[in-house]
Nanobody
């Protein structure tokens, strides 16, 4: 049974940083691509970043490009999202997810397992 547990969310002032973690279990971590999505109140879930199964390639939503960095640790079976220069519009619940597509994806429908989410709130 795949289990994804996010952590690292919190309250931060605009311009600050947070690092989210997603601990994965119950799967062969190195054979799946992974992604981060977010959902703000009253809005649809949006793509944030994805990383391929080898960790050699990643891509980002335009809104976070240059500020966020996705990475993965194959020893700890953990996915990360380093978020810098945070803005109030980054406020959302952040979810990690696993995809069987090796190259990664920006479509939520390509991801089969999801974590419970972690809240990020950025105040100005």
């Amino acid at each position: 049974q795949v289990q994804l547990v996010e952590s690292g969310g919190g309250l931060v002032q605009a311009g600050g940083s947070l690092r989210l973690s997603c601990a994965a279990s119950g799967l062969a971590f190195s054979t799946y691509s992974m992604g981060w999505f977010r959902q703000a109140p009253g809005k649809e879930r949006d793509f944030v970043a994805t990383i391929n199964w080898t960790g050699s390639n990643s891509y980002y939503a335009d809104s976070v490009k240059g500020r966020f960095t996705i990475s993965r640790d194959y020893v700890k079976n953990t996915l990360y999202l380093q978020m810098n220069s945070l803005k109030p519009e980054d406020t959302a619940v952040y979810y990690c997810a696993v995809s069987p597509y090796p190259g990664g994806s920006d479509k939520g429908t390509d991801f089969g397992s999801w974590g419970q989410g972690t809240q990020v709130t950025v105040f100005s």
